[in-house]
């Protein structure tokens, strides 16, 4: 057990509470006492909000496009530019917003931080402001750099020192230019979650002091570091008062996925200025939150290095916020708090979705969350009279900024050892040496370190993701996640003749990833199992499972020993290209597997077309050879194979119209499959909805029949009566799918917290080709199955777990063993019903086209949209 130090008036949980009960306990004392300093401290038990969406999503199609089509990185080169310091530009101003959010709270509005940049940099030659891409909603991202001022040889030079660190980190660690000269890179985040707003605030005040103050202890800040501002990491959500960005997305749940243009220009700059240190800010935990977390520590860091560092940072920030002055009785402002030491469980970093936990992979050595003080969002936004929050809102500026100097502070102290750490976390992956167990000795300085602190794993030789045949499952989801791991900075390589690894043998053109690289950690956290954590903590913040070796529908294999010297391997920059359109025979046609998202989407693209597209019995599109024009076209956009067939195929596919009431996550990936979709609720339908504008419905999140008036509960049953069909997700799907009396099932709801990678065993046509695992959050499982119903997929018998965290309830139900061997998909006329969660925030591409499949076998019983086709 860790020793905690007493901390008056704040209760340490023995575990976490629920979201839901710390929202109505917070929200409740607010109302109560809506004029005093503050309500009594919450625990800080999660990252504010359930992992799993109950609401309807309706964000524009347009957001969706702006993410899909927009550029993988940053639209500005935050990399290699050869150009010195400053980088100045004059920001063309938005238009003034007077519904911006934080008006109300007396901070800068979107609208008028353009103006105050192009002010700051007026202010000397220590501030440049770069562009580095676009929000979901349109709006600029804005990156501030404040260092002394370079010449472009010094820039030059820099780089050259930053890319000796990374790619020759044994070199690096002797190189006295480094020790003497390289500025250590400091990246402050703002602002993740929209309506955690002062992060920015704190930020711009510590610019404007940066950029005029002319004390010795500044120039040598100054000339010793590199200061970078992510000044708003979600301008959407600032503008709006939401957690989300316009696309209904948590950013800081995205790292892994990379969906969003935030997440992606967030995850650039981590590359590109590859920062020694970083704060997140948010808010709001009262004392403030600085972490390191508690446990579970991911396995895949060099966390002896990360704790060391992190630890040390925080005793600074956790100094500097208390030494204030703000007290209990004056301001109701607790004192300030250190998860590791503080807490037992929950507030971890286990799963790579956080900001800080992800930089920790590119070389960040000292990364932290941190929550100020005050809560201004949500109900207490809507109850709260303007001067309380304004009130609030300064004091969460100050303890921001209190938190923003500490770091410098610690920065200037430590900027030779934070270095010197970085070029360790990298030369022991390129070294493949191996992990240092953290421990009291190991780790010195950070007390109550214990066993269950201590988290490593053991690195495979390799990975190998092999080049079509039998051994690939399909050549787009191998093209789609090489690219995706190059986008992450790991190093992959392509066999330019045929190989044999780990006792077995691969075609040429296979991929193999050298785990003996600088950012390991990075490559195994994406690709392994990952394990089993249920007997370690009670229950987790976030997701604990979520391998894209099992779940993107690629075939990954791990090497775990051997060499890869003289193997014939090529490093590659991206996947080479896959799109291909066979010849077609005499009376031939084409034949696209829909085993994969871009297969579907290239489908629902020829159906807006007009293309004329006949079903096959295994479930493949089968496309006329007149359409092969078309056909390429899509095989080059979408990165897919049109195989030659003598097929003819039997129904007819039509372009399908989705009625969605579901999840941010899954109505993007529906847009990413192409389909066209009108998010629907409660709301929506209540106040009349028009379904002849839809071919079938999808619910997981937001419909209640229950709550519908009487003509919407009439519409509805008309438009399923019709034969329309239902793919419902979730308890809430079999809810609906029960009122409306389509599918004799019964569901079970497993334990609401579990989640991660399971086994899965498909039989049926909805999960024909789909990847012998799935994803779970809140699992649910479906019993007594009556006449016509057909199990499509169940859970693997024994243990179905891979990886992640499923305990049974406290009364022994809802675990794992009751899932085993049941039905977690199933179908029937009308209706198809799922326990798992195949399109979770836009992560398990391999689960995908089930979805897809789904909603092309019920909706096409009522007809489809019925447009002509060539």
Known sequence: ??????????????????????????????????????????????????AVDESAARAPESAAERALTGPAGPTADTGRTGRGY???????????????????????????????????????????????GRSAGGHRLYLVTVTAPETAGQTRAQERMRELIENAPARAAADPAIKRGYKAPVFFNNNIHGNEWEGTDASLKLIERLATADDARTED???????????????????????????????????????????????????????????????????????????????????????????????????????????????????????????????????????????????????????????????????????????????????????????????????????????????????????????????????????????????????VIPAGGASQRSATA???????????????????????????????????VDMRQPKRGLANVLLADGRDISDKVSVMYDISGWSLGRLWGATVRPVTSGSLAGAPLRAVHEAAGVGHVAQVAPRGALRLRLDDPREVAALNALLRQGVSVRQAVDGSAIVPASARSRAVAAARTYGVVFDATKLTGTAELRRLRVAAAVTPGELFALREMNFEVTPVSTAVLNAGFDWSAADVLFVSAGLDRGDLNAGARAALDAFLGAGHGLVGRGATGAALNAAAGLLAVKPVEGNGD??????????????????????????????????????????????????????????????????????????????????????????????????ARALFTVGHVGGGSGEESE
Do not use: C
């Open 1 to 50: 057990m860790r020793t905690k130090r007493p901390v008056p008036a704040r209760p340490v949980p023995a575990r976490p509470v629920l979201f839901a009960v710390l929202a109505v306990t917070t929200a409740g004392s607010l109302l109560l006492t809506p004029h005093t300093a503050a309500a009594e401290p919450a625990p800080p038990v999660t990252r504010e909000g359930p």
């Open 86 to 132: 400053p980088r100045e530009q004059v920001l063309t101003p938005d238009p003034v917003n007077p519904a911006d959010k934080s008006i109300k709270l007396g901070l800068t509005p979107y609208h008028a931080i353009a103006p105050e940049l192009n002010a700051l940099q007026r202010l000397g030659e220590r501030v440049s402001v770069e562009v580095t």
């Open 221 to 463: 800040l100054l000339a010793h570091s590199r200061l970078y501002f992510n000044i708003t990491a979600n301008p959407d959500g600032r503008i709006a008062g939401t957690r989300a960005n316009a696309n209904g997305f948590d950013l800081n749940r995205d790292f892994v996925t990379a969906s969003q243009s935030e997440t992606r220009a967030m995850r650039q700059i981590e590359i590109d200025k590859q920062p020694a240190v970083m704060l997140d800010l948010h808010g709001y935990v009262n004392g403030t939150l600085i972490e390191p977390t508690t446990p579970p520590h991911g396995e895949n860091y060099e966390y002896d290095l990360f704790l060391k560092n992190t630890y040390a940072n925080a005793l600074g920030m956790e100094t500097a916020v208390n030494g204030l002055g703000y007290t209990p009785a004056k301001d109701g402002v607790e004192p300030a708090q250190i998860p590791f030491r503080d807490q037992e469980e929950g507030w971890d970093d286990w799963p790579p979705i956080f900001t800080p936990q992800y930089a920790a992979f590119h070389g960040t050595v000292a990364a932290h969350t941190v929550e100020i003080p005050m809560e201004v969002n949500n109900s207490a936004y809507d109850s709260l009279p303007a001067a309380e929050l304004r009130r609030r809102s300064a004091i969460n500026v100050d303890v921001a900024g209190a938190a923003l100097r500490a770091t410098l502070d610690f920065v200037q102290k430590k900027r030779a050892s934070l270095v010197a750490d970085q070029i360790e976390v990298f030369r022991r992956g390129a070294a493949g040496a191996a992990q240092v167990p953290v421990s009291e000795e190991t780790v010195p300085g950070v007390p109550g370190i214990g066993p269950e602190d201590v988290y490593t794993t053991n690195f495979p030789r390799a990975y």
């Open 478 to 512: 191998a093209a789609r996640l090489v690219d995706h791991l190059v986008a992450n900075d790991v190093r992959v390589t392509r066999a330019t003749r045929d190989l044999r690894l780990g006792g077995r043998s691969y075609a040429k053109g296979s991929y193999v």
């Open 754 to 851: 579990a989640n991660g990678v399971v086994r899965v065993v498909n039989s049926g046509p909805v999960t024909a080709g789909a990847p012998e695992h799935g994803f779970v959050y809140a699992p649910v499982w479906f019993t007594d199955l009556g006449p016509g119903v057909r199990v499509e997929q169940s859970y693997a018998s024994g243990d179905p777990l891979v990886s992640g965290h499923w305990r049974a309830l406290e009364d022994g139900s809802g675990g794992r063993a009751d899932a085993a061997g049941r039905a977690s998909v199933v179908s029937g006329p009308g209706a198809v019903l799922f326990g798992t969660e195949p399109l979770f925030r836009d992560h398990p591409k391999g689960e995908f086209a089930q979805v």
